[in-house]
Nanobody
Framework: QVQLVESGGGLVQAGGSLRLSCAAS????????MGWFRQAPGKDREFVAV????????YYADSVKGRFTISRDNAKNTVYLQMNSLKPEDTAVYYC???????????????????WGQGTQVTVSS
């Protein structure tokens, strides 16, 4: 059974940092592109970042570019999202997602991803 488990969320003041982790099991991790999405109260789920299955490419939403960094550790079957310079508008539930060798053209699309974690809450106070 494929399982994605997020951790690392919490409460932080604006300007602070958090690192989210997503541990994957039940799949060949190195063959899957790994993405992060988020959903704020009253808003649709939105793309945040993705890292390619081969580890050679990363893409970010404009809203987080320059502040967030996605990385992966294939030995640990884990993808990370380092979040710096956090803003109140970053407050959301953050979800980890996986898809086999994702086509880059649709990296931003929620429907492109096959597996999802349960999410972890990130709250940024002003």
């Amino acid at each position: 059974q494929v399982q994605l488990v997020e951790s690392g969320g919490g409460l932080v003041q604006a300007g602070g940092s958090l690192r989210l982790s997503c541990a994957a099991s039940g799949l060949t991790f190195s063959n899957y592109a790994m993405g992060w999405f988020r959903q704020a109260p009253g808003k649709d789920r939105e793309f945040v970042a993705v890292i390619s299955w081969r580890g050679g490419g990363t893409y970010y939403a404009d809203s987080v570019k320059g502040r967030f960094t996605i990385s992966r550790d294939n030995a640990k079957n884990t993808v990370y999202l380092q979040m710096n310079s956090l803003k109140p508008e970053d407050t959301a539930v953050y979800y980890c997602a996986a898809v086999f060798r994702l086509l880059a053209d649709i990296y931003y699309a929620e429907r492109a991803y096959t597996y999802w974690g349960q999410g972890t809450q990130v709250t940024v106070s002003s």
